[in-house]
């Protein structure tokens, strides 16, 4: 089993800048891939971006340029750093974890509780 915990929500104003973490206990993780959904209200959950336990990863175009997955196995600890937020990044964040390979929720079975991320002025 492994259970996450994810942090570093907030409001920021268009933008700016956050950070999330989100903090594996119960295994490593290592050998996991690691995904960050997001879900806006009355919409479905969608996948932010993936980081792959060979070193590769994948972002959705939205955030492409923007977001960045990293790492630290030390730590098992996953972070999403969001730069140059837009109002429409406003969303509830999840991290997942899963031994598979995919970008489709169904793909994951171990999730965190989720992070509000709110961007306005």
């Known amino acids: 089993q492994v259970q996450l915990v994810e942090s570093g929500g907030g409001l920021v104003q268009p933008g700016g800048s956050l950070r999330l973490s989100c903090a594996a206990s119960?295994?490593?993780?290592?050998?996991?891939?690691v995904a960050w959904f997001r879900q806006a209200p009355g919409q479905e959950r969608t996948v932010v971006g993936v980081?792959?336990?060979?070193?590769?990863?994948y972002y959705a175009d939205s955030v492409k340029g923007r977001f960045t997955i990293s790492r630290d196995n030390a730590k098992n600890t996953v972070y999403l750093q969001m730069n140059n937020l837009k109002p429409e990044d406003t969303a509830v964040y999840y991290c997942?974890?899963?031994?598979?390979?995919?970008?489709?929720?169904?793909?994951?079975?171990?999730w965190g509780q989720g992070t509000q991320v709110t961007v306005s002025s």
């Open positions: 997942a974890a899963d031994p598979r390979r995919g970008s489709q929720p169904y793909v994951y079975d171990y």
């Open positions: 119960g295994r490593t993780f290592n050998s996991y891939g």
């Open positions: 980081s792959w336990s060979g070193g590769s990863s």
